[in-house]
């Protein structure tokens, strides 16, 4: 099975480590992406193509794996080209996959969102998959993958995901909102103690997680967060899933992207305070 990638960054290179453990044949393409990027593609002794077009003419399974703004634009440059079947895996809204997947010519496709952290479950992540060729995707189980099929059409498995995103990403500004806070008076520590007697086990480790990705990944949450407002929008005002944009696209703006991940969420709220300082 030849399964390529498009777009390289953590969750295509944590899946396509998981597939290559697995027995699969792996292809990208890393054309005028990072140092960082093109190293990483070559120590995992990835097939690298030339180009996009080489990329989707070589694949089995072509898995689209870019940001919400590049969804569109990436199916639109490749699909002339496809030869196998084509995955939007990517955070957006059922209406922007299915502008996606029109762009397919062959038609060969299927809609899928990732359930939970990559980083941490690896391969073996929950997807969901929709779609007329949702079965043929969910075929890389053989290869150690955790995929559901939830339905036949396009949109569905986006709509789920993006529901949940709704949730979770709004309780992650909250918790960041209120722990900066208790922060800036001295008594996080004691914050997050007392909120885990509620919340139950486990909780400190969550939210200290919840607060490092919700700073490292801003700008992106930002723009799932634009999908999100699509959606909800059709059904509500989405007065909270808004304010959650708002939110991320503040803290973006404040931190400016971090290049390493922090092990403690307090460098984050320094990081924060020592660029309040300078303005």
């Known amino acids: 099975m030849k399964i ?3 777009g390289f960054g953590e969750v295509a290179s ?12 792996v292809f990208t393409c890393v054309l005028g992406r990072s140092l960082k990027t093109r190293e990483l593609a070559k120590k995992m002794e990835l097939n690298l193509c030339k180009s996009n077009r080489e990329l989707a003419e070589s694949c089995d399974i072509l898995i689209s794996v870019v940001t919400p703004h590049q969804a569109v634009k990436v199916a639109k ?4 080209y496809v030869k196998g079947i084509y995955i939007d ?19 060969k496709t299927a809609d899928a969102s990732i359930i939970g952290s990559v980083r941490k479950n690896g391969v073996n992540a929950h997807i969901l998959v929709s779609g007329p060729f949702a079965k043929q995707f969910a075929e890389l189980n053989q290869y150690g993958m955790n995929i559901s ?3 036949s059409e396009i949109g569905q498995a986006s709509a789920i995901k993006l529901f949940r995103s709704s949730f979770t990403k709004g309780i992650s500004a909250l918790l960041f909102e209120t722990l900066y806070s208790a922060y800036k008076m001295g008594i996080d520590e004691e914050t997050l103690k007392y909120i885990a007697e509620t919340e139950g086990e486990g909780f400190r480790e969550s939210a200290v997680s919840r607060i490092i990705s ?5 700008r992106r949450r930002a723009e799932e967060m634009e999908e999100v407002i699509e959606l909800i ?3 509500s005002d989405a007065k909270m899933v808004k304010a959650t944009f708002e939110f991320f696209k503040q803290l973006y703006g404040e931190i400016n992207g971090i290049d390493k991940r922090p092990e403690d969420y307090k460098e984050i709220f320094e990081i924060m305070d020592n660029k309040n300082r300078k303005n």
């Not at 440059?77 to 002339?80: A, S």
């Open 77 to 80: 440059e490749v699909g002339k």
């Open 89 to 107: 895996i990517n955070n957006i809204s059922p209406s922007t996959a299915e502008e996606a997947l029109s762009h397919i010519e062959n038609g």
């Open 14 to 25: 944590t899946l396509a480590a998981g597939l290559l453990n697995n027995g699969a044949d």
């Open 214 to 218: 919700s700073a490292v990944h801003s």
């Open 4 to 6: 390529g990638f498009l």
């Open 149 to 151: 099929v939830i339905g």
């Open 233 to 235: 929008s059709k059904n």
